[in-house]
């Protein structure tokens, strides 16, 4: 069974850094392309970046870019994403998922606020 | 940046009776080797999103085939053919053929 876990969310000042983490299990992980999508509380859905298998590519949604570093851990299975200069829009559920979003997380809730 | 309509963003719909959202986009999904990536999610209250269909058309493992979708080009539908309890929610057609990434802003789906 595919399960994908996150990790790390919580409350963060304006300016702030959070690392969030998503463990994965029940495929074959290191040849998966992985993603971050995240939700606004009560909005739509919105892509963040996506990462390459072996790590050589990263992708991201211009409003990240040069704040939000994804990254990935093949040996432990991981996922991660490292948010620095957080902002109240970045507020937001934010979800692990697999290559173009066949699975899902339960999601991380990041929260944004002075 | 691709954008995605839907319509209708709001879709009362009865038991059993059949239900369709259309989502169409600012510029062809096709890309070169000509494929459309285009998906369909289902997101029930309170819980993660779902992929429904891959590629415009392909259902995923373990979607009920009263769920169908179709398109091409810069127009897509989904369709349910008989609209159960557990179908109520939000659907999002999203976009993966050109970077970014994008989705619709959503339909949902309630019963009347």
């Known amino acids: 069974e595919v399960q994908l876990v996150e990790s790390g969310g919580g409350l963060v000042q304006p300016g702030g850094s959070l690392r969030l983490s998503c463990a994965a299990s029940?495929?074959?992980?290191?040849?998966?392309?992985m993603s971050w999508v995240r939700q606004a509380p009560g909005k739509g859905l919105e892509w963040v970046a996506n990462?390459?298998?072996?790590?050589?590519?990263?992708y991201y949604v211009d409003f990240v870019k040069g704040r939000f570093t994804i990254s990935r851990d093949n040996a432990k299975n991981s996922l991660y994403l490292q948010m620095n200069g957080l902002r109240a829009e970045d507020t937001a559920v934010y979800y692990c998922?697999?290559?173009?979003?066949?699975?899902w997380g339960q999601g991380a809730l990041v929260s944004v606020s002075s | 940046d691709v954008v995605m309509t839907q319509s209708p963003l709001s879709l009362p719909v009865s038991l059993g009776q059949p239900a369709s959202i259309s989502c169409r986009s600012s510029?062809?999904?096709?890309?070169?080797?000509?494929?459309?990536?285009l998906n369909w999610f289902q997101q029930r209250p309170g819980q993660s999103p779902r992929r429904l269909i891959n590629?415009?058309?392909n259902r995923d493992s373990g979607v009920p085939d009263r769920f169908s979708a179709s398109g091409s080009g810069t127009d897509f539908t989904l369709k349910i053919s008989r609209v159960e309890a557990e179908d109520v929610g939000v659907y999002y057609c999203?976009?993966?053929?050109?970077?970014?990434?994008?989705f619709g802003p959503g339909t949902k789906v309630d019963l009347k």
């Open positions: 998922a697999i290559g173009q979003a066949s699975y």
């Open positions: 029940g495929f074959t992980f290191s040849s998966s392309w």
């Open positions: 990462i390459k298998p072996d790590g050589s590519g990263k």
């Open positions: 510029q062809s999904l096709v890309n070169s080797d000509g494929n459309t990536f």
């Open positions: 590629k415009v058309s």
């Open positions: 999203m976009q993966a053929t050109h970077w970014p990434f994008t």
